[in-house]
């Protein structure tokens, strides 16, 4: 098959997780593909799971990476919604079948045939894996979508991800509604950027937290207008009842029946994250209540133009911390640790070869 672009990336090549210089082609650009100089790509703990094998399903080496945001440096003939020169996102997913009834109903990504950013096959472009942290990338202009301008665009990396996953399911389940309550269980990636849409949204936050240390940014800086630690059961039962809805964001094993008490009957739990191990479901925690337990999976493509749309009205952006590529393996382990607030973002044009 022909090559396309020289890309310059990281990958792990193992369960240790560790990622090294990484060279490779993009695929030779069709007819309605546009090429993007990568600029930012955030760091999401679904990275950190993948390259760690954490669900079992790495496929090696794993170039992770799917919160991206760049310029667009040359498009197809086919191409109608982009040109150069745009500034333009990729999220956690490049390609879908476009047939089944979740596209035709413009939930892509709900397909089964997604094709994840990284760590997937494309097997409408040959069956070539796909490919994150790099400088250079090609993707359908249908999964590409438009940053509105004023946002900074390393701030609006994670929104790629963390923010359409927490929008998604918020617009969804009506917890977009002033004066609702909602909760945000951990404060990471996707629970800050769910703090910050609830209140544009002009709803009451609670946060329901491990972390102590973040109680004084969550108020003053994120806008939270309540934080409970999820280990004091004073404060849990102090709040029972009192939620409308809850996302929970949380990446690891923990007791969900806590959580639950705290919606109001009817009220709905939304699970974004993803813990390798299962999480216990009493019936006693939902049933009497009429409560509701659901899942949610990043968001279509137009969510995220939509999320992106209301950030840049908004003036919504993530808290970052803005690091070089050769910094990243560092940034894993602290991020492994909750040591970050609240999201890494890789300079990816300041630290590759700028390929595009
Ligand atoms: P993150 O930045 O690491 O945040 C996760 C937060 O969970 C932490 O900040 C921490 O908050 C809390 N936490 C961590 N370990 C915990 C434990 N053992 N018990 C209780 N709380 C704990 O991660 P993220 O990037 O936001 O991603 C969160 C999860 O969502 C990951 O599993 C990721 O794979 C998943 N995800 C899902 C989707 C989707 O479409 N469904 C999309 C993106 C990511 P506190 O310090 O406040 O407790
Ligand atoms: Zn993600």
């Given at each position: 098959m022909a090559e396309g672009k020289e890309a310059h990336g990281w990958a792990a090549r193992d369960v240790s997780g560790h990622l090294s210089p990484y060279h490779f082609s993009r695929r030779v650009p069709k007819d309605d593909d546009v090429t993007i100089k990568v600029l930012y790509c955030g760091i999401c703990h679904t990275d950190l799971h993948i390259i760690k094998n954490d669900w079992g399903n790495a496929m090696y080496p794993v170039v992770p990476g799917h919160e991206i945001v760049g310029v667009v440096t040359g498009v197809s003939g086919g191409v109608t919604r982009f040109k150069a020169g745009d500034t333009v996102g990729v999220g956690?997913?490049?390609?879908?079948?476009?047939?089944c009834d979740s596209c035709g109903k413009g939930n892509e990504n709900y397909c089964a045939g997604v094709v994840p950013t990284s760590n997937g096959v494309d097997h409408a472009h040959g069956g070539v894996p796909t490919r994150g942290f790099s400088d250079v990338i090609v993707v359908n202009e249908h999964y590409v979508v438009r940053v509105p301008d004023g946002l900074a665009l390393d701030r609006t990396a994670p929104l790629l991800c963390a923010g359409v996953t927490v929008y998604s399911p918020m617009m969804r389940h009506g917890l977009n509604e002033p004066g609702k309550h909602l909760g945000v269980v951990g404060l990471g990636g996707l629970g800050h950027v769910a703090v910050k849409f609830g209140k544009a949204f002009g709803m009451k936050v609670t946060v329901i937290s491990t972390s102590a240390s973040k109680r004084q940014e969550a108020i003053e800086n994120l806008g939270a207008d309540e934080f409970l630690i999820s280990r004091d059961p004073e404060q849990m039962k102090a709040a029972?009842?009192?939620?409308?809805g809850i996302i929970d964001t949380v990446s690891a094993w923990h007791p969900i029946t806590p959580l639950l008490a705290l919606l109001k009957p009817l009220g709905e739990m939304v699970i974004v994250g993803g813990p390798s191990k299962p999480l216990e479901l009493p019936a006693y925690a939902f049933v009497p209540g009429g409560k509701g337990v659901v899942g949610s999976n990043v968001g279509s493509v137009g969510d995220c133009q939509a999320m992106l749309e209301f950030a840049g009205k908004h003036g919504i952006g993530a808290e970052v911390e803005v690091i070089k590529m050769d910094y990243v393996n560092t940034a894993i382990e602290r991020l492994e640790k909750n040591d970050v607030r609240y999201r890494f973002v890789i300079d990816v044009a300041g630290s590759l070869g700028s390929a595009a």
């Open positions: 956690y997913f490049v390609g879908s079948c476009r047939s029972t009842g009192t939620m409308d």
